[in-house]
């Protein structure tokens, strides 16, 4: 059974960094995509940015140049750095794992505040 456990969320002030880290189990992580999407209150869920098994990366126009993605097929993990944050970035986000031609699976989420 596929697990995704998501942390490092949390506030931060405007212009700070994160760093997002999803742990996978019970998948054949090296040949999945991951990503990570995200939710604001009132708003759908949106992707934020992917990165497949080959390590070719998605990033949704808003977050370019300020996040990044990438994985580590060794330990399972997916991680998006997130800098120069701004409000607009606040959300619940969450990871994915998507093998080919299936749903995705979800983790549960973490949550991000960027307030002053």
């Known amino acids: 059974q596929v697990q995704l456990v998501e942390s490092g969320g949390g506030l931060v002030q405007p212009g700070g960094s994160l760093r997002l880290s999803c742990a996978a189990s019970g998948s054949i992580f090296s040949i999945s995509t991951m990503g990570w999407y995200r939710q604001a209150p009132g708003k759908e869920r949106e992707l934020v940015a992917r990165i497949t098994s080959s390590s070719v990366t998605t990033y949704t126009d808003s977050v370019k140049g300020r996040f990044t993605i990438s994985r580590d097929n060794a330990k399972n993990t997916v991680c998006l750095q997130m800098n120069s944050l701004r409000p607009e970035d606040t959300a619940v986000y969450y990871c994915?794992?998507?093998?080919?031609?299936?749903?995705?699976?979800w983790g549960k989420g973490t949550q991000v505040t960027v307030s002053s």
């Open positions: 994915s794992l998507q093998y080919p031609f299936q749903q995705p699976y």
